[in-house]
């Protein structure tokens, strides 16, 4: 298998939510009423190419040709790099270890 250089990145989402909660969140880092965001581990995976992972849809929610990177909802129990690697695994089928770690934090309303 060829060497794959890995970004990895952390997302925090927080939104309101509105209506009432029916069941609880599976997980912790999923949003709820209690726990309005939601946290995700996300990376940018390429190989010594250039060339980028991704995901490519025709079409989602009315948005044509679009292509989104790995991401994954953090687990109970899971270390961000646990996710990580879970993460990499079922959507590509890959492992990597990161080279850079970067966090983001976007505030909807």
């Known amino acids: ?9 952390l997302i925090i989402v927080f939104f309101p939510l509105l209506g009432e909660e029916k069941l609880p ?6 949003a709820s009423q209690r726990q309005p965001y939601h946290l995700s581990i996300g990376a940018v995976l390429f190989n010594q190419e250039g060339l980028v992972a991704c995901h490519h849809f025709k079409e989602i929610q009315g ?5 989104i990177l790995m991401r994954e909802t953090m687990e109970n ?3 961000p790099l646990m ?3 879970r993460g990499l695994k079922e959507e590509f089928g890959a492992t990597a270890i990161p080279s850079i770690f970067r ?3 976007r505030i909807s309303s």
Request: no cysteine; aromatic share 18%.
């Open 77 to 79: 129990n899971e270390t």
């Open 83 to 85: 996710t990580l690697h």
């Open 25 to 30: 969140p599976s997980s912790f880092f999923q």
């Open 63 to 67: 948005h044509k040709d679009l292509y």
């Open 1 to 9: 298998m060829r060497n794959l250089i890995l970004i990895a990145f």
């Open 103 to 105: 966090m983001f934090v």
